[in-house]
């Protein structure tokens, strides 16, 4: 791997200092001693090229005329008996840079075996080895649980041990038949969805009834309450998930049924009042459609989707938001960003498992190792013989591990609950505001004024669960980007921001007669009852840590090549990380736009059509709460992801000061150069800066290469977008607000006008709409 680049040193050198006459009729004697010599003697690629590459040089040397490197590169190559395009094409760089044409050749085709399923059907299995029933030798890379495996020519799957045959697919493509059928379940009231999920799949897709049935269990669906939904239940084990759904939304449907067949009830809560929570319910359904319409075909596939079949809890908890994306580093998913990972390298079209780049010091790529958690581990042996160098897929599974990896904020949920309760308060508030019993006068409308409130807060939260999600992955993305960007400028990144969390102490009962040993070794506290001892660690993170507490940095030079290719890759996979959930994200940051823009042109129907249509304080009062909170939190989710588009100039000035910065350094030396010449300088200096003069030029070619590529691809090409495509810039969360206040002011403008000179007010019988003071 490393006979190209001397010869093409060594004949760029010689090309440099001197001329070549008659160099055609050189090459081919060249050629021809060569061919003549690798028939004979020189069996392996590396040998011919070393060959060829001699002879050329020699030849060279001898001739009189100039000829172009390109032409010097297409005689080596010639002579060696190889495709010039398909050698280079095979090197470290364009292996990485190209990573599923490298991957292509690199893994094996995997045949899926095929058993029975549910009696009639037949099931693809794709099966995994773990690496945990293997043995690593030292010199080879390590392998994880997470793998990535090629089913078809260049059509690759994202695998892991922890869950069976839930592969991620790159680029996975929006179902609609899983969105409109989903949309359809999760539409209809509680026990009649999962018949309709019963019909659908038997008599549209051609399921199975245990198919059937084990798809209406896997979406939290059952016709039997209590105790009786294990009968239908297809969780291993059996359990009452589908309870659940009776229990919450049953408390939407029972006000929905009340004020539609009772007056009572009609009298109490007008239909209109039911208008905010029925955008709340619409937004969860189509979140939950988005949700299927782009979770991968092995979950969810008609062919062979894992909720066809008997599945774990685990298994689903893996494809929500809550449990899974905004905490993805729980047990029962802990290969979860592991996968992401893979399946970013996969979608950037690189391959880091070979690239390395030097981060400073031994104890910041020890604490890069620490955090990687065994992704990309290289050798012991590569280890022990460049301490201070991690592979590029260490240094993104580390990064993703501490920015990537964190939980949302302990303070965020009881911020959600204050919201929550204070939306399901503002239709009884308002009831009180003007006189009206808040919670009703009788059985029934008390019945439907609880369940109204405790829907209203649970949709509520439901829904801004989500909303958060949105804006807390731009965060976490933009913090991962951030420390990407640090460790490539002084001062650096500290390495306590990379190192993992120290081991949590340990409580220990201990009974009476070992309670003198304990504390004599220091182990035991003063009475004996409990000791803390901590997780032991390996010497080298020990030392990290403390380098860590004196103040190590991760840093990384970007004129060596290799860091340099290794950082711009690692960036590209980076910005991909999680793209799944992402798109995801975008398309729920379009269902809640759509909400906001909903509550806010409702309020505006509301104020201009009152002559004809009267409303109530209640709907008001909770449309303009609504459309003011989806509204804030639309443009923070836009404002999160536009943060991260503005990273991209300040990274290109950080590469630009380091293009000054040796462009200057060259043209220094190029002026000490001819002083030097002057003042007769020796050979032996003169080859040493002629190589450092070549090396800085190498460095200032490639690291103005990366940042045009940055510049292309991050501000043109693929810029973090919203609201599906469009790009997450000032200009966006400009059209956000003004044209959600805009309309706000305007119904509010309408309202005061028709509430100050218009005689108009809340106060007709429950607190309706109308004309309360003609003389106005």
Known sequence: DNVIPPLFRQTRRHHRVSSCAGFATHAVRVVRVVELRMSTEAASPGARWREAGVAVVGNLRDSESKVS?????????????????????????????????????????????????????????????????????????????????????????????????????????????????????????????WFVVLFVEICIFRHTTEEAVCAASAR????????????????????????????????????????????DARAFVEPLELLPLSILLLCRVSVIACKYALLPSSYCGDVNGKIYGVITQSDMARTLVGSAWLSPKMKEHEDLLRQDVENACLEADVDLSETRIDVGSAEAATAV?????????????????????????????????????RTLPDWVLPI?????????????????????????????????????????????????VFTVSCAWTFRRQRDAICCLN???????????????????????????????????????????????????EPPAVVAARAAAARGAVVLVDLKDPSSCLCWSLVRRALRRVGSSWARRMNLYSIVFLVAAFTCAGSLLVLCYGAETRSHRLTTAGELFYLAIVVSGLCSLTVAEGSAINDLVPVVRTSLKREVVAIAAQLAGMQGNGRERKQNAATETNERVRRDEREAL??????????????????????????????????????????????MLLIAAQRWFQMTGSEGWSYGGANGEFGVTDPTR
């Open 486 to 536: 640090d460790i490539m400028r002084f001062p650096g990144e500290p390495v306590a921001n990379i190192l993992p969390p120290s081991p949590k102490l340990q409580r220990t009962k201990h009974k009476k007669e070992s309670r003198k040993n304990q504390h004599a070794n220091g182990a035991g506290d003063e009475h004996g009852k409990k000791i803390e001892l901590p997780e032991k």
């Open 220 to 263: 939290g669906f059952t016709p039997l309450p209590g105790p009786l939904a294990r009968v239908v239940s297809r969780f291993d084990p059996p359990d009452y998930s589908g309870n659940g759904d009776i229990l919450l939304f049953g408390m939407f449907w029972f006000p929905v049924f009340a004020v539609a067949f009772s007056s």
């Open 416 to 464: 959600l609950v204050v919201g929550g309760v204070a939306y399901a308060l503002v239709s009884p508030v308002c009831r009180g505001a003007v006189g009206v019993q808040m919670f009703g006068d009788n059985a029934l409308s008390q019945a439907t004024a609880a369940t109204l409130f405790l829907s209203s807060l649970f949709l509520f939260l439901n829904n801004m």
């Open 69 to 193: 490197l390109a032409d010097v590169a297409s005689d080596a190559a010639s002579a060696a008996g190889l495709s010039f395009v398909a050698s280079v094409n095979g090197r470290k760089s364009f292996s990485a840079a190209f990573g599923r044409r490298s991957l292509s050749t690199k893994l094996a085709l995997l045949v899926p075996a095929t058993e029975p399923r549910n009696g009639r059907r037949s099931l693809t299995r794709i099966s995994v080895v773990s690496s945990k029933e293997g043995q690593i030798n030292d010199g080879d890379l390590a392998e994880d649980d997470v793998k990535v495996v090629q089913i078809t020519p260049n059509n690759f799957r994202v695998t892991s041990t922890c869950s069976r045959d839930f592969l991620i697919e790159p680029f996975e493509p929006f179902k609609m038949d899983q969105f409109l059928r989903t949309l359809l379940y999760e539409i209809c009231p509680p026990f009649v969805n």
């Open 369 to 405: 190792r620490a955090r990687a958690g065994g992704v990309g581990r290289r050798s012991e042996t590569a280890v022990a013989n460049t301490p201070s160098v991690v592979s590029g897929k260490e240094l993104l599974a580390a990064i993703v591990d501490a920015h990537i990896g």
């Open 697 to 742: 030029t190498d460095a200032l070619r490639l690291i103005e290469r990366v940042e045009q590529y940055v510049h292309l691809e991050e501000e043109h090409s693929h810029p973090v977008e919203v609201f599906y495509r469009v790009p997450a810039t000032t200009a966006a969360i400009t059209f956000t607000v003004s044209s959600l206040l805009s």
